[in-house]
């Protein structure tokens, strides 16, 4: 049986504006934090339409940050530029930026105003350093920033000192936190994007998200029929990710959405069983839109994925009307008093096994009243394997209240790994149950 | 009462080769993915003593990748480049560096044997496309790819045509997915590094991580009693993240291990109390440490949380030992008979309340017999916001054999960083119960 999903309209993007992003600073550099900001703010931007050509990260130290910013506004319309906006002494972005423009900074009363008044909502002290935040470069708009003290700043940057005879470029200086950052975007940069760079030619991007095929066998499937189109200007990128694998389709020009609804048909026709969802789908938000259209719910029995999976069920908003709880059971005692599961069971076939797994998943229903149950039982590692069950061996149940199925899954990974790529099968496990 | 925690060594880290990471990928900037590798790869050098000067992503076409690393050739000593090894039609990145050094493209006949050992193995067919993989630049050496079938490859720049006159460079080039990446990294990168870029100047780089104290207020306090360091050579960078800061100690040259240890020594007498851990500490690691030294056990009743704590707690290799498990009751039916709240307890404070929250903590801790449980309800949004008990509010509560505590929280972020947060909080006030 081919199960094949019905895909929404085109996010139809444009796109040739020239668009950098910098993120600075050294704990990026020092792999102290994860560079979230680059994917938040690329999707964003290629979901209006636009899509950023570099992204470059450069230490906190006054060079770095000026050379990178120079090279940009060589090249590009559009510069956007996180961190190094806040109070502290190693957030020097504002002043560089100042300087690089030949711009003064001036303190701006109204800003100054918003960050005591920052304070005193939160009844704190406002420490003396702050009142930096409020030091704007001439000709700058600001960006208010209702998350925090460190206004956002958009720049006109015309003429531009760094491409002689180029057109009018913009410089947008964002704070590093993302729960600041996010909001302001959207609030602010969003608009101002679309008002100074009009789309012009049309651009079609569509992701077909693919689980249970691997990246060459894919490809070898669909690269020769899609070679027509190819030749008509589509370009396919192929990502694999952890437990997936994702067909990007695109395509430019006045034929941009018929070149891609055309190649859709074609993955649809080749791929469709494994295609689970498109473009920012996830398999959990899948997984909680199939159970609330059926108006049914999920228990799960965690062992080996430690709430892994309960905690992206629940990262989807919604959830709770599906979803009415996970047992996280590390130890036997609580596979068997939490779950039901026998001493018998565990006795005969270990904790890692298809009966204790099918036990739990059936305890779990029950106890929580669901329509369906899964459960996985396995060994992430490191330690704990053996020749018979080595380290990635996993038991994956599903029950429902026609029956109960198993699968084994070798899934030698490193512990988080381990626990995406069995969350992702467990999932999809369910997914092909709920649109069998 | 102020905790210290005592300190483990330095890591001596030394430093002054011109590193430069390409991470290459069409989908890293349409935000289609996160780009691990950027904190991966510079955690890994800067723990070996070397910092990377410059991260970039470029997208998957020919002039990007080529110009990008003819700039990074042109500076750096060692370029690390990744993506783009794999069989499919976009991954180019070999074709293209072999193309910008004027290296021919030869078949590696041992490449290619175990490749073909990879599917056999696996007991899958080979496609056709991954002979492309066992072509090798002449002169480069081939880094094993245990995990997959795209060998890395590490090739000798001399003379750098980009930097004319300048030292040997060496450009390195990694397969794109993480489980393959990292561990050709350790295997073969690494001593390449050590070999090739002996250390030279002294570096010492101390993170303290700190939870419960605001980023102005944390520097107001430490600065002025560092700035003699500071004239001294000392560099400091404060970090926020959600939940937390990192307050970052560096110092290079001879004195650097003793700049770095006074400072330290200030930022103990000060802010010792916040300090929850150093450099690579996660708060999770944190407590799983904390409890297996006093031989105690944790369980957890989640609801607004979903899973995210127990999912932290399980990350850590060695949770077995003190997590008996966890519930993860989101509908008011299982915190009832799962954790045997009280209806009354529901119906007369509600769901998100002090009072379920202290009923959950307690069932939890004797339903899983464990020394410690912590409890956590609230409102994550975006929508169950009332005006007593508005979107973000969460009370968490701790039990143990001498009773119970409960404290309210407002965590007014979007729905991961709430999770985040609430997380970090819930496992802050387990730490100081156990350091207490």
């Given at each position: 049986m081919r199960t094949v999903l019905a895909s929404p309209p085109f996010p139809v993007e444009t796109a040739r504006v020239k668009i950098e992003l910098i993120n600075t600073g050294s704990e990026l550099l020092l792999g102290r934090v994860l560079n979230t900001h680059q994917q938040w703010l690329c999707r964003r931007l290629s979901d209006l339409g636009y899509s950023v050509d570099r992204q470059v990260a450069v230490p906190d130290t006054g060079a770095d940050i000026q050379q990178g910013v120079r090279e940009a506004l060589g090249r590009a319309d559009l510069v956007i530029v996180t961190g190094?906006?806040?109070?502290?002494?190693?957030?020097i972005t504002r002043d560089l930026i100042a300087q690089l423009l030949g711009k003064k900074l001036i303190l701006d009363k109204a800003v100054f105003a918003e960050i005591k008044r920052f304070f005193a909502e939160r009844k704190r002290p406002m420490p003396a350093n702050n009142d930096v935040q409020a030091m704007v470069p001439e000709g700058a708009t600001v960006l208010p920033n209702p998350f925090g003290t460190a206004p956002g700043l958009a720049i006109p940057v015309s003429p531009n000192p760094y491409r002689p005879g180029g057109p009018k470029a913009w410089l947008v200086m964002l704070p590093g936190p993302p729960r600041e950052l996010r909001p302001m975007f959207d609030a602010t940069v969003r608009p101002l994007v679309l008002r100074e760079f009009p789309l012009a030619e049309a651009f079609v991007c569509r992701t077909l998200r693919t689980s249970g095929v691997g990246e060459s066998a894919l490809q070898e499937r669909v690269a020769p029929p899609l070679a027509a189109l190819v030749a008509a200007g589509l370009e396919i990128g192929y990502c694999a990710r952890v437990g997936q694998v994702d067909v990007r389709l695109i395509a430019r020009g006045p034929n941009a959405a018929q070149v891609v609804s055309d190649a859709e048909v074609v993955v649809q026709r080749l791929l469709g069983e494994f295609v689970y969802g498109f473009d920012d789908d996830d398999m959990a938000g899948v997984i909680v839109r199939l159970l609330t259209s059926k108006q049914q719910t999920l228990a799960l029995a965690e062992s080996c994925t430690g709430g892994h999976i309960a905690n992206q069920i629940t990262n989807v908003s919604g959830a709770s009307a599906v979803f009415p709880g996970a047992y996280v059971t590390y130890s036997n005692a609580a596979k068997q008093s939490n779950l039901g599961v026998k001493a018998e069971t565990l006795a005969a076939h270990g904790a890692v096994s298809a009966e204790v797994a099918r036990e739990m998943a059936e305890g779990a229903r029950v106890r929580l009243g669901a329509d369906y149950a899964l459960a996985v039982t396995g060994i992430a590692g490191p330690t704990g394997g053996t020749r018979e069950k080595p380290v990635g061996t996993v038991f994956i149940a599903l029950t429902s209240a026609t029956g109960t199925e198993v699968q084994q899954k070798l899934n030698a990974y490193e512990r988080e790994a381990f626990k995406q790529v069995t969350t992702q099968q467990a999932l999809e496990m369910l997914r092909r149950k709920l649109v069998g």
């Open positions: 190094g906006l806040g109070p502290t002494s190693d957030d």
